[in-house]
C-alpha cells in the first residue's frame, strides 16, 4: 500500500467513530502538517466520501466507512486474494491475468474509479463504502455451459447475505438483489473464449454496505444498502460466504444445472406472479411473470399465452 493511501487510512480510522476531529489534533497524531491533512481530506472527497468540515469544529465524516481486515481475508481465504484501495474495475484487473488465475482467485477493491454494470452502464463505487468483489472461474465445456450463470450467482449472493443475517433480500431478473423493491447489489459476468472449448468467466459483484448521500444521488434508481438491514455489517465476512457460497454453487451447477437452483431462485424472486415489463431493445412487452425456464430465461404470460424469452439484452420492469 501507498504511503498516501496509508495516511488516508490513518486519517479515517481517526473519524471513523462519526464525531468531529479538528485538523490539528489529526495532524498531531499522523505526524503531518494541516496543510496536508487539509489535502487528503479533500482527496477523500474525490473518492467519494462525504466529509463533513465545520470551521473552529474540525472534520466529521457522515457515513461510517467499512475497510477490508486484510489479514483476517488472507487468512480464511482458501485461494489467492488480489486486494488493492483503488482499480479501474475490480473485473477488468481479474481479466487482464485470466493465463495466471486459478478457479476461486478473487481480487477486491475499496474504490473502483471504473466501475461497470451490465451494456456498459456505470457501477457507483465510493472508496470504503460498499464490497467490489470478482472471482475467477474456468468452465471446461465452454460458453454454452454459462447459460443460466447470472441466476445461480444471484442465489450465491443471497444465501451469503442470509449467512450474515440480511434475511429478506430478494432477486430480481437476471442477477440483481433487491431489498425493498431497492437495488442492493448487482452482478455482472464477463467471459472469454469459445462457445464449445474451455472459457475463462470473470463474477463481477457489488454489494452495497453504507452509500454515502452524494454518490446515492448520482444513482438513477432507487437503491439500498446493507447497513438498512444489519447492524455494522462485516464487509470481511461477507466476502469470505460469498468466495465460499459461490465455488460451492459453481460446483453444483456444473454437475447438475440451473434445476438445482430453481427451487431457491423462486423462493427469493420478488416478482414473481405480477406485471411486468420486458424491455427488448427498443420495443417492450408486458405480461405476467411466472419465473423462470429450465434456460435461465423469463416465462411471461401474455394475451398470446405462455411465452419465454432468454438473452443477455433483455431487462425485467415492474408494470
Ligand atoms: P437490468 O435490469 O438490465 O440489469 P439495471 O439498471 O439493474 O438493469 P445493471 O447493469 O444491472 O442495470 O446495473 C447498472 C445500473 O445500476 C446503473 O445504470 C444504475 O442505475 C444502477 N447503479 C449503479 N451503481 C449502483 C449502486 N452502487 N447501487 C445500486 N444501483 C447502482
Not at 481475508?73 to 486486494?83: A, H
Not at 488493492?84 to 485470466?98: G, I, K, M, V
Not at 473502483?112 to 465510493?126: D, L, T
Not at 438445482?260 to 417492450?284: K, M, P
Amino acid at each position: 500500500m501507498s504511503g498516501a493511501w496509508q495516511r488516508k487510512r490513518d486519517i479515517l480510522a481517526s473519524l471513523n467513530h462519526g464525531n468531529f476531529v479538528s485538523g490539528e489534533a489529526l495532524a498531531e497524531v499522523l505526524g503531518i502538517s494541516r496543510a496536508a491533512v487539509s489535502k487528503h481530506i479533500n482527496a477523500l472527497a474525490d473518492y467519494g466520501i462525504d466529509v463533513c468540515s465545520v470551521k473552529g469544529k474540525g472534520y466529521k465524516l457522515f457515513d461510517p466507512v467499512f475497510l477490508i481486515d486484510e489479514p483476517q481475508l488472507l487468512k480464511e481465504c482458501p485461494n489467492r486474494c488480489f486486494y488493492f484501495d483503488e482499480l479501474p474495475s475490480t473485473n477488468a484487473f481479474l481479466l487482464q491475468h485470466t493465463e495466471e488465475l486459478q478457479r476461486g482467485d478473487i481480487c477486491i477493491a475499496e474504490f473502483q474509479s471504473a466501475g461497470r454494470g451490465r451494456r456498459g452502464r456505470k457501477w457507483v463505487s465510493p472508496y470504503g463504502s460498499h464490497l467490489y468483489f470478482s472471482m475467477f472461474w474456468h468452465l471446461p465445456q465452454g460458453m454454452s455451459q454459462a447459460m443460466g450463470l447470472s441466476l445461480v450467482v444471484a442465489c450465491s449472493l443471497v444465501s451469503a447475505m442470509r449467512q450474515l443475517g440480511a434475511d429478506n433480500v430478494g432477486v430480481k431478473w437476471p442477477n440483481d438483489i433487491y431489498f425493498e423493491n431497492r437495488k442492493l447489489a448487482g452482478v455482472l459476468i464477463e467471459m472469454t473464449g469459445t462457445a464449445d472449448s474451455g472459457c475463462d468467466l470473470v463474477i463481477g459483484i457489488g454489494v452495497n454496505i453504507a452509500m454515502p448521500q452524494q454518490q446515492g444521488e448520482l444513482i438513477e434508481q432507487p437503491w439500498s444498502d446493507l447497513r438498512q438491514i444489519i447492524n455494522y455489517p462485516d464487509k470481511t465476512v461477507l466476502a469470505l460466504a460469498l468466495q465460499q457460497q459461490l465455488r460451492k454453487d459453481l460446483k453444483l451447477f456444473e454437475l447438475n444445472g440451473l434445476t438445482a437452483f430453481a427451487e431457491r431462485w423462486h423462493a427469493a424472486d420478488i416478482y414473481l406472479g405480477c406485471d411486468v415489463r420486458l424491455l427488448l431493445g427498443n420495443d417492450s412487452i408486458s405480461g405476467r411473470y411466472q419465473g423462470i425456464d429450465s434456460q435461465g430465461g423469463v416465462i411471461l404470460e401474455t394475451a398470446d399465452g405462455l411465452q419465454h424469452f432468454v438473452g443477455g439484452e433483455i431487462s425485467l420492469r415492474q408494470a
